[in-house]
């Protein structure tokens, strides 16, 4: 098959409208999808542990896989979530754009941890404890000044505004 | 009478000598003629609750001025639209309300000077 037969192909099928088509088709060309991408079944038996373990080239005792929990993350192991933010900037990586080596394992979330997403290892200076903590203590002072105030609040020197009225008297100083 | 320092400084006086200095929340506690030869002249209301209803005067300004402000309105509503020619009667009103500001402050010198007096046993009742 020529190039321009793939393009050919491959542009057909981008085309094809959604609802009468196979959706897995559409996806997987669209998206550049290949089978090699899935991860295998979860590994069950000691042997099929080993077997995962040697085929994502992880030594067996740091090969660990996600929970079968109906996520589907089958046999793919757990790597520790570092985002490509809080990596070395100055490191020669091979794809600097992404932080990474090439050949590198790649955590399941890759996508969400990547320098123009979320940073995960992203940890508050100062911490939100010493920040709610500052807050506090800034909010108490200025209601203990505004207190401290209060108590001893200015006046006119000045007898309260005199209102005619039943019964009461007010005089005059001629 | 209070300078203008003393305002800053009368809360923190009140709140360390609040047998002498009165709060200004307070309304005077000693006789009236206390210490005058004769008896001293009473304030007239010379306004009266049908007129200041009438006029629909707001309750705080109901006082021992309100005929001047009755006055004063009424020129407004004829003169408008140049209230300017009722100034006057404005001028009559702010001065009726600085000389009743002046008789509460001399209220409070007087009760202030009293409180002192009797504190050191000085005041004859």
Redesign the interface.
Known sequence: MSSSQIFKCYNRLSRLPLNNSNSVLVTSVRNHWNKDYKPGPFPKTEAERLAAAKKYDMHPSEYAPYNDDGTGFGDYPKFKAQSAESKDPNYPWDFPEFKRNFNEPLHVQFDLFREDRYDINYRPNPSCKVQFAQYIGVMSLSFLIYWLCDQVKGFLPAVPKQYPGVGKKHYTFD | ??QSL???????K??RNPDII?S?????TFD??LGFKKP????V?IATDEEMRSAKIPLAN???CAHKLIEFKACRKENWPFPVKCQHEKHAYLTCQYE??I???????R??RLRLKAKKGELEI
Do not use: W
């Open positions: 009478m209070g003393d305002v800053y400084q009368s809360g923190i009140l709140y009165p200004p929340l307070d309304d005077p009236p003629n001293r002249t009473e304030r209301m109901r006082d021992y009743d500001f008789m509460r402050m001399k209220e409070y010198e009760e202030k």
